[in-house]
Each structure stands twice: as C-alpha cells, then as structure tokens.
C-alpha cells in the first residue's frame, strides 16, 4: 500500500470524524425531543457527583498552593539563613539572660553568706594569731555551773562585752611583731 501525502485540501480522519459528529448531534437532540425523566435523573446524580468532585478539587488546589508555597520559601536560602541566624541569636541573648540573671543572685546569696560568716567569726587578726583562734565547741555545762555566759561565737563576745563585732575585731587585731610594729604588705 502506498503511503497517501497530506495535501491542502485533505483533513485527518480524527478531525474529520469529530466535525461530522459536531455537525450531526444537534439536529439528532433535536428530533428526539426533550430528555425523559430517567435521562434527568442520571443528569442531576452526575451534576451532584460533579459538584462534590469540584469541591474536592478546589480544596487539594488550596493544599497545593499552601505546599507550592512552602517549596518556594524553601528554596530561598539566604532567607533561610538569616531566619536561621535571627533564631539562633534570640536563644543566645534568651540564655545569656537566664545566665545573668543566675550568676547575680548567685552573687547576693554568696554576699548574703559571707555576711553571716562575718558575723558569726573574727577577721584575720594577724600574723600567728588567726591561724591559733579555733572554737572547738566547749562544754556548755561547766561555763554554766561557772556562772558565766554561753559565748558562741564572736557576736556573742562583743555582745557580752558591749560593742559590736567591727570594733571586737578592731581590738583583737595584733600588729606587733619581734618587739616592733609591722604593717603587713601584700
């Protein structure tokens, strides 16, 4: 069989056959006369069908913009990294904070110890002297039968006496060493 050239004036079958049948279906609806009740029905069940197709199809094209959306957004790196970095930045100011805020009432309880500490003891009171002064508890029952008072620790010394604790130090501070005065450098 010989292969048949297109020319000008010929048509391929397909939009031939699709023109024929364009041109024949309307007078065909036509003398048949309007749709039956059946025809109706199976009209309005494929209307419901295709509504409900087209709501389904609406919402996945919602869906696939949101998801066109992100994939966009993701290929924007250098924004990906400035979001990246601002985040990383907020938790280290964040944690730089907390750290702050940690190491000062560190501080003051640390202020707040010593300070009791201060009170209870005496200060360095000098050269060979410091290193003897250690209260090792006592017997409470003999200074009682004594009739002297329970002298716990330094407050309670400068108390008894009648002064306060600075100037219990003050008094208690030896500066004399070999016969003469010596202030002590650091």
């Known amino acids: 069989m010989a292969a048949v050239k ?3 004036h010929h048509r391929t079958p397909s939009l031939l056959s699709a023109g024929r049948a364009r041109d024949t279906l309307r007078p065909t609806l036509s003398r048949r006369g309007p749709p039956g009740p059946e025809t109706a029905a199976k009209a309005a069940v494929a209307e419901a069908q295709l509504k409900k197709l087209y709501d389904e199809l609406v919402l996945v094209q919602k869906d696939l913009g949101a998801v066109e959306a992100q994939i966009a957004e993701a290929e924007n790196i250098p924004a990906l990294l400035t979001e990246v970095r601002r985040k990383h930045s907020e938790r280290v100011r964040a944690e730089r904070a907390v750290r702050k805020e940690e ?3 560190n501080k003051e309880d640390r202020q707040a110890e010593t300070a009791r500490w201060r009170r209870r003891t005496l200060p360095y009171l000098g050269a060979g002297v410091s290193s003897g002064l250690v209260y090792e508890g006592g ?3 003999k200074t009682a039968a004594m009739g002297l008072p329970a002298l716990v620790s330094a ?3 400068a108390l008894a006496i009648g002064i306060d604790e600075r100037e219990l130090a003050f008094l208690t501070y030896h500066r ?3 016969g003469r005065t010596v202030i002590r450098g650091f």
Request: hydrophobic share 20%; charged share 40%.
């Open 6 to 8: 297109p020319t000008s």
């Open 176 to 178: 004399q060493r070999r």
């Open 155 to 157: 407050s309670d010394l």
């Open 103 to 105: 190491r000062a009432r």
């Open 139 to 141: 017997d409470a029952s």
